[in-house]
């Protein structure tokens, strides 16, 4: 198990057990750099926090067997016995004296010296915690029936006082109801004031759905604060770290099942303090994640800004209490941020460029919907068993700061980013219906190549219309459901909060009583005002300006004439609506000659059906276990089917040659299928401006097709130099301002921001296609298509995440497998440059978000709760350390609390045991090698010697004789200095009492 350090907010660490036993207890060594851990396999563990890794120095690993001492005779009876003990302290004013709290509800004041019991507390119900006052002579016991009973050390015949802190008090002098357990309780004393006890737990039987509590009683007052979660554990902080002396608590550290809060105990209400630790990524479980490197620099004080806004108010006016200690030297020289979206809709944007995670801002897409009251009233939102509104796809673009999501109900939101707070009226949006159909009877000749369609006529399988409202068809002419979106977008005007605001919602609808598909792949461009997602059924593009859809295909209608697999589609479609006005259809009469349409790998061979293509598949189809959406249903269609349908993997839009014949580039759609399949499609814009919301876009296939082994995961482009050509986008600019006529003019100026070459540029300046897939990766020539570089990823496993990121100046393709290799390749080249096993596939989460991100970092969710964050760049490795935060600096210690004169005479005030001389093995002997075993960690000399081994095993062992002589030497050097500060020391002390003593007289003594 992991075991997170946390220190002033940025300094944070982990430490990290080998054994999969639970944490159950630490203990800090105050001011002196170290922590011992227990854990529930009989281990402690010692850690040394003095170096900015901790490192386990030594741990202890006890045997089980029956108890050696004899606790009947505690109770001085033979038949008893006292049971599982669930306290243990010293008294605070003399550490000879032990108090041990049995769960029977007994309690034993125990002297260490005498070896005996001084005194037996008894009560009739069992405890769960006790808990000692500064002075010694109290001491307070929680019990399972919600009472506290303080008593008298000196006085264990009855309680002093027995309190029920939310027990009914009935008329009578009954005794009260009882209540639920009180799970732990604390006892600080103030010097000015009455003590605080506080507890967890304790709560009337009859709060039935009353969250937990954790309650303050503070003199008369009676204070109880409701927690979001389960209370796992709580610690008081006090200004001193002496148990015997008054405590002075000023905050409440609460752990919780999926949060950390700290109270405030110094502030009227007891707020909470501001949590700056990254607690709440798990506030709703993470279904997809995306890592970006090297942002545009004004992007995280742009999310800070407007999530600052979101914060809620009425949080503690003092600084985050815990400030241990200090920040690492370096940071990240460029910006990372971190989304993460969740179950509930929620998207999180995360601060990365340093050690530690800092949330920025969230966005709650859920709101767009309209919340069911109840099951009866969820008659659509059937196509997942729970979550509806869980994210599933996250496309953005950081220079723009277009948000694009889909999520698990077949819908797409598109957002735009804006400073300003605005009300929508009516919320945008569209309906789209995507059906897969084919004909059950194929082509009855292999060569046989079926007529292209004439542009233009009525049976054109590509005529679309768009749902600018929803639709008032909810069943088709059988009864089955049709036309009906899963979720229902709210008709009141929506108050949208600076940040992300809706700018269009897209929903798949159901089809004949087929409920929609999952969404599998999205994409969306500012440069060109589209956005583009596909499925199980086909792709579907969306112009989000003028608010319409451009392209509504199955997969195999992108094909046209080439279908390698011969597939035909029905045409006309039964449930097709008629073309609407003002949409262009897809003049497929463009098409090339089918020798330019072939790919290096084409041929008229069977789709492939391999196993790892099935396993693929089903990543697609979210057929997840461990997390909250499931696959889809459909009464009509078999999983199999679902299964063998041809889904659109991949989208990348870009500005590059579409044929072979071309001689400038131009904006098009690069789209991959499951099937390995690269289709081109050729996107026509208007020009800006105006003009651009006025006239249509045309888009029609390019007749380009190139084939892979294995499913599309990834394309990027590179240029002639082997830099990475980013797809065209537009500048970032706040439209909810009214622009004065300069800017007016500027905008209609403003042309997409490309790198890709100019139009005046010779057809040598080409450029190079890089397609990535779950088996191989190649190199395509462009315009001549020709496959210059292959490279053959894996045979016995499939690529899980293939990245195309920039690293030293350069580009490389970055793969994960699920064999748990990641292995990074030169482009264009392809040549191999790194192959490291590193993480087997365990479960689905790691595959679902496995990401790459540029200058050598990636990430994935190692458990429901945690981020991984791991760099495969070298420079980074050598930066690590200095990016490290300190855990361990050195405080000056509080004065110890003064005894007095009186005391100090007659014996009172705090009395010090020596345990070396108690326990040590001069009076106990030594202990059993049975007990326990002795295990060196790697934190000291001993963790070097098992390290020094392999090829650099003999230098590695030559400097550990040289470490070990020098630690021999500084501990001989030591103890020389401690003899002489002792003999120093001790002539000083002699000198002091001479002087002292040396005019008194003998009755003066």
């Not at 395509?780 to 490279?791: A, E, F, G, H």
Request: overall charge neutral; proline content about 7%.
């Amino acid at each position: 198990p992991l075991t997170p350090l946390f220190g002033r907010p940025g300094v944070e660490c982990y430490c990290q057990h080998d054994s999969g036993a639970a944490v159950i207890q630490l203990q800090f060594l105050i001011n002196e750099g170290a922590l011992v851990s227990a854990l529930a396999d009989d281990t402690l563990h010692l850690w040394n926090l003095r170096q900015k890794r901790p490192a386990i120095l030594h741990s202890l690993k006890f045997n089980r067997e029956r108890p050696i001492h004899n606790f009947c005779r505690l109770l001085g009876s033979s038949k008893s016995h006292p049971g599982p003990i669930v306290h243990i302290s010293d008294n605070p004013m003399d550490e000879g004296k032990l108090l041990i709290g049995f769960e029977s509800g007994t309690v034993v004041l125990w002297d260490l010296k005498s070896k005996k019991a001084d005194y037996r507390y008894t009560h009739d119900e069992a405890i769960h915690s006790v808990a000692w006052h500064h002075e010694g002579k109290q001491f307070i016991c929680s019990h399972s029936d919600g009472t506290l009973t303080i008593w008298n050390v000196k006085s264990p015949t009855k309680p002093f006082q027995t309190i029920t802190p939310h027990g009914k008090q009935l008329k009578d002098g009954k005794k009260p109801e009882p209540c639920k357990p009180i799970l732990k309780v604390e006892y600080k004393t103030t010097r000015a004031g009455e003590p605080f006890i506080i507890l967890s737990g304790g709560l009337s039987y009859d709060t039935v759905g009353r969250r937990p509590c954790l309650t303050v009683m503070h003199g008369k007052s009676t204070a109880v604060l409701e927690m979001d979660y389960s209370i796992v554990d709580f610690l008081t902080l006090c200004e001193t770290p002496y148990p015997n002396d008054f405590q002075e608590p000023y905050a409440v550290v609460v752990l919780l099942e999926k949060d950390l809060v700290l109270i405030d105990l110094a502030q009227n209400g007891y707020p909470i303090f501001e949590n700056p630790y990254p607690l709440t990524i798990h506030e709703s479980p993470v279904t997809c994640c995306e890592y970006f490197a090297d942002c545009p620099v004004d992007l995280i004080p742009a999310l800070y800004s407007v999530g600052a806004r979101q914060k809620r108010q009425g949080y503690s006016k003092k600084e985050w209490p815990i400030s241990g200690g200090n920040w690492g030297l370096i940071t990240q020289s460029y910006p990372e941020i971190i989304i993460t979206g969740h179950a509930d809709g929620s998207i999180k944007f995360w601060d990365a460029s340093a050690i530690t995670l800092q949330v920025l801002y969230k966005l709650k897409t859920a709101k767009v919907f309209e919340k069911s009251r109840n099951k009866d009233d969820r008659p659509n939102t059937d196509i997942v068993d729970e979550d509806p509104y869980a994210i599933q796809i996250i496309s953005w673009c950081p220079e723009s700061r277009m948000l694009c999501i889909a999520g698990v109900s077949a819908h797409v939101i598109i957002y735009r980013f804006s400073k300003q707070e605005v009300t929508t009226e009516v919320i945008p949006m569209l309906e789209v219906r995507l059906l897969y159909e084919i004909n059950d009877v194929e082509s009855p000749d292999a060569e046989q190549v079926p007529p292209l369609p004439t542009p233009g006529t009525g049976s054109n399988p590509q005529s679309i219309v768009p749902q600018s409202h929803p639709s008032t068809s909810s069943s088709s002419s059988d009864g089955l459901r049709d036309n009906v979106p899963c979720l229902k977008v709210k008709n009141s005007p929506l108050k949208q909060s600076p940040g992300y605001q809706i700018e269009l919602v897209i929903q798949l609808v159901w089809v004949s009583g087929e409920p929609p598909q999952q969404i599998t792949s999205l994409a969306v461009n500012s440069a060109y005002g589209l956005v583009v997602f596909g499925n199980c059924n086909g792709i579907a593009m969306v112009d989000y300006l003028q608010k319409t859809v451009l392209l509504n295909l199955g997969t195999i209608e992108l094909y046209g004439s080439n279908d390698p697999y011969r597939r035909e589609p029905r045409s006309p479609r039964k449930t097709r609506q008629p073309s609407g006005a003002g949409l262009c259809d897809i003049n497929e009469g463009t098409m090339v000659p089918e020798d330019r349409c072939k790919s290096p790998t084409s041929g008229s061979g069977s789709p492939n059906n391999s196993d790892d293509d099935q396993k693929m598949n089903n990543f697609i189809e979210k057929d997840v276990k461990d997390n909250s959406f499931s696959r889809s249903r459909s009464s009509s269609v078999t999983s199999i089917d679902k299964e063998s349908r041809e889904a659109i993997s991949a989208l990348h839009f870009c500005e590059t040659f579409t044929r072979k014949t071309d001689t400038s580039p131009s904006p098009c759609l690069w789209v991959g299928t499951t099937l390995g399949t690269v289709l081109v499609i050729v996107l026509n814009l208007p020009p800006g401006g105006e003009q651009r919301l006025l006239q249509p876009v045309i888009v029609s296939p390019s007749g380009t097709i190139l084939r892979l082994k294995g499913a599309i995961l990834r394309m990027a482009f590179l240029d002639t130099t082997g830099s990475l050509v980013p797809p065209a986008h537009e500048p970032w600019r706040e439209l909810n301002v009214p622009e004065d006529k300069d800017e007016k003019d500027k905008s209609k100026k403003r042309r997409p921001v490309s790198v890709s070459p100019s139009s005046s540029q010779e057809i040598s300046e080409n450029q190079y296609a890089v397609i990535c897939s779950e088996k191989q990766a190649k190199v395509i020539s462009l315009p001549s298509q020709n496959c210059i570089y292959k490279q053959n990823i894996t045979e016995t496993s499939f690529v899980l995440r293939g990245d195309i990121v920039s690293l030293s100046n350069s580009i490389c393709l970055a793969c994960f497998c699920a064999n748990g290799h990641i292995m990074t390749f030169s482009l264009p080249s392809l040549r191999p440059l790194l192959d490291v096993y590193y993480l087997p596939l365990t479960n689905m989460r790691i595959a679902r978000t496995f990401c790459f991100t540029n200058n050598g970092q990636a990430l994935y969710l190692v458990s429901p709760t945690e981020i991984q964050r791991l760099t495969y760049s070298q420079e980074t490795c050598e930066n690590l350390q200095e990016m490290l935060g300190e855990l361990f600096t050195p405080v000056e210690t509080p004065e110890a609390p003064n005894r007095g004169f009186f005391k100090g005479l007659f014996g009172g005030g705090a009395q010090s045991l020596d345990r070396e001389e108690l326990f040590g093995e001069s009076a106990s002997g030594k202990a059993s090698r049975s007990l326990a075993q002795h295990i060196p960690g790697p934190g000291g000399i001993e963790g070097v010697k098992g390290a020094a081994s392999g090829v650099v095993g003999e230098l590695a062992r030559a400097r550990l004789a040289l470490d070990e002589r020098g630690q021999k030497l500084g501990e001989l050097e030591e103890k020389t200095a401690a003899m002489l500060y002792s003999a120093d020391s001790f002539s000083k002390h002699a000198h002091e009492m001479m002087l002292k003593y040396k005019d008194k007289k003998w009755y003066q003594f």
